[in-house]
């Protein structure tokens, strides 16, 4: 069945439809919802506030592509939480300890020291978007994680194709900054002599 036929089955309230759905674009919710907030279970509950949003407004879907519109939901989600924070900040265990079910970044090497230097890599990587301002985290995350075009991203965040490329441009700086000071974090074999 196709995406259309899906959308079309679940405006109708076919609920198996829209679960079909929910299982080809759950992985970039989360994705982003991940990116955006640093955590584990805050994730995964934007992920699910956003399904159950997108189920109760699928009916108002009139066409285009169905994953920028799950995709600004979600941003829209993960902007609350962060509003909501800010307003009652809290300290994290998740960012505490390390999560063996964490995303890991580079190619999988053998060995201990590999892995350890892959997470510290990855957890840098994450402090650096956790430390950019939200609408250029949004925009870099939605460009170099998720794979969106800038056209994409416009859709996603409701803005100018102008704006997204300089958000993206300011985000990236602002993170090559980021991991500049930290000094070096890549293993050798991932350096550029």
Same mark, same amino acid.
């Given at each position: 069945?196709?995406? %259309?036929?899906?959308?079309?089955?679940?405006?109708?309230?076919?609920?198996?439809?829209?679960?079909?759905?929910?299982?080809?674009?759950?992985?970039?919710?989360?994705?982003?919802?991940?990116?955006?907030?640093?955590?584990?279970?805050?994730?995964?509950?934007?992920?699910?506030?956003?399904?159950?949003?997108?189920?109760?407004?699928?009916?108002?879907?009139?066409?285009?592509?169905?994953?920028?519109?799950?995709?600004?939901?979600?941003?829209?989600?993960?902007?609350?939480?962060?509003?909501?924070?800010?307003?009652?900040?809290?300290?994290?265990?998740?960012?505490?300890?390390?999560?063996?079910?964490?995303?890991?970044?580079?190619?999988?090497?053998?060995?201990?020291?590999?892995?350890?230097?892959?997470?510290?890599?990855?957890?840098?990587?994450?402090?650096?978007?956790?430390?950019?301002?939200?609408?250029?985290?949004?925009?870099?995350?939605?460009?170099?994680?998720?794979?969106?075009?800038?056209?994409?991203?416009?859709?996603?965040?409701? %803005?100018?194709?102008?704006?997204?490329?300089?958000?993206?441009?300011?985000?990236?700086?602002?993170?090559?900054?980021?991991?500049?000071?930290?000094?070096?974090?890549?293993?050798?074999?991932?350096?550029?002599?």
């Amino acid at each position: 069945m196709d995406e %259309t036929d899906l959308v079309s089955r679940s405006q109708r309230g076919d609920l198996a439809s829209f679960n079909q759905l929910v299982e080809v674009y759950q992985a970039q919710v989360y994705n982003l919802a991940l990116r955006m907030l640093s955590g584990i279970a805050e994730a995964q509950d934007v992920t699910q506030e956003t399904f159950i949003a997108a189920f109760h407004a699928i009916k108002s879907f009139r066409g285009g592509d169905l994953r920028v519109w799950l995709l600004r939901i979600a941003a829209n989600r993960c902007r609350d939480e962060l509003r909501k924070r800010r307003r009652r900040p809290t300290a994290s265990l998740d960012a505490i300890l390390l999560d063996p079910q964490a995303p890991a970044f580079g190619s999988p090497e053998p060995g201990p020291e590999n892995h350890v230097l892959r997470d510290e890599l990855a957890q840098c990587i994450n402090r650096g978007l956790a430390s950019i301002p939200e609408d250029q985290r949004l925009a870099v995350i939605l460009s170099d994680v998720q794979g969106l075009s800038y056209e994409e991203i416009a859709g996603v965040m409701n %803005t100018s194709l102008g704006t997204v490329k300089s958000r993206i441009s300011r985000g990236r700086a602002h993170l090559r900054s980021y991991l500049m000071a930290q000094g070096e974090l890549l293993p050798g074999q991932y350096r550029h002599d």
